[in-house]
């Protein structure tokens, strides 16, 4: 399909529970289109109950790309995922459907919206700064990231080994804040991309996060996570530091209690909804409505046009 043709993709973006899963859906069924999952965690086969997968069963039909294509045992790659999804998004077009992108994962959002020229790497710097992370702990190291550059603190979690690693790893590489390695937020879209942020207010996503956080546990999140043990999971994998998923491990490991888990993934939860709202506000090319809204989905398609 030509290029000038072909229809725009949408992105769906927002903070964890905000309901950007339902917008997708309707969105797909409206303009024919298929999902594409931005959702870092969704990509793990097995992880399903804690990311809050859509199940096969409530898909409608609709189909849905790039969930289930890694072992938990593989650590994350932004720049694969990134390529993976292009190639999806170019098939979704050559069908000649429309792309709905949903997902609310950072940089791997940017990565696929942005034309994105990753920073170099060097085996021998990243050495140097996993030996002192191994030997001072990850929050004395997120600690020290944050001295040197508050705003990539900002966005990495504060028990993220891997990321916080690679932050210092770029930042002594390019003598720059690791943020200044990722393109402005100002540029056209990669494919001329709409996005659709919802923006939810701490006061009405708060209560959601913890009803979802409490039904993932009663749905079964340990005994997933155990099955997971048995595939290779472990505590310092890019999937063991997932948010329930770490704290499931934590209390199979004995350091936490069963209600200690379910408080503190709570906690984990929203602390990374306000990360990502910070994050995405930062984008100007963002339609925002409200996910509180009575009708987001109908909110959604008048602030797309496409009741026109």
């Given at each position: 399909m030509n290029s000038s043709t072909r229809p725009r993709p949408i992105a769906v973006v927002g903070p964890t529970a905000s309901g950007k899963t339902a917008i997708s859906l309707a969105l797909a069924k409206q303009l024919d289109g298929e999902i594409v999952n931005i959702d870092s965690m969704q990509l793990y086969r097995g992880m399903d109950i804690?990311?809050?997968?859509?199940?096969?069963?409530?898909?409608?039909?609709?189909?849905?790309?790039?969930l289930d294509i890694w072992p938990v045992t593989k650590p994350a790659s932004v720049a694969e995922y990134r390529d993976g999804a292009i190639e999806t998004v170019e098939k979704i077009f050559s069908r000649g459907k429309v792309p709905i992108i949903v997902g609310g994962s950072m940089m791997y959002v940017q990565a696929l919206v942005d034309e994105w020229d990753f920073p170099p790497t060097d085996p021998a710097v990243r050495a140097k700064w996993q030996r002192q992370l191994d030997e001072r702990g990850v929050a004395a190291m997120?600690?020290?990231?944050?001295?040197?550059?508050?705003?990539?603190?900002?966005?990495?979690?504060?028990n993220d080994p891997r990321r916080t690693v690679r932050a210092l790893e770029?930042?002594?590489?390019?003598?720059?804040?690791?943020?200044?390695?990722?393109?402005?937020?100002?540029?056209?879209?990669?494919?001329?991309?709409?996005l659709l942020g919802l923006?939810?207010?701490?006061?009405?996503?708060?209560?959601?996060?913890?009803?979802?956080?409490?039904?993932?546990?009663?749905?079964?999140?340990v005994d997933e996570v155990r099955a997971l043990v048995g595939e290779g999971l472990v505590r310092e994998s890019t999937a063991g530091q997932a948010i329930g998923y770490?704290?499931?491990?934590?209390?199979?490991?004995?350091?936490?209690?069963?209600?200690?888990?379910?408080?503190r993934t709570i906690t984990g939860t929203r602390r990374y909804a306000r990360r990502q709202r910070s994050w995405f506000r930062r984008d100007k090319r963002i339609v925002w409505i409200d996910a509180d809204s009575p009708d987001p989905v109908r909110v959604a398609t008048e602030a797309l046009g496409l009741n026109d």
């Open positions: 804690g990311t809050a997968k859509v199940p096969e069963s409530e898909r409608e039909g609709i189909p849905h790309h790039q997120h600690q020290h990231l944050a001295t040197i550059d508050p705003e990539a603190a900002r966005i990495i979690e504060d770029v930042i002594e590489l390019t003598g720059k804040p690791f943020a200044a390695s990722q393109p402005p937020k100002d540029s056209t879209p990669r494919w001329n991309m709409r923006n939810a207010p701490a006061e009405w996503l708060n209560p959601r996060i913890e009803l979802r956080v409490r039904q993932m546990f009663d749905q079964g999140l770490a704290q499931a491990l934590d209390y199979f490991a004995g350091e936490l209690t069963y209600e200690e888990a379910v408080d």
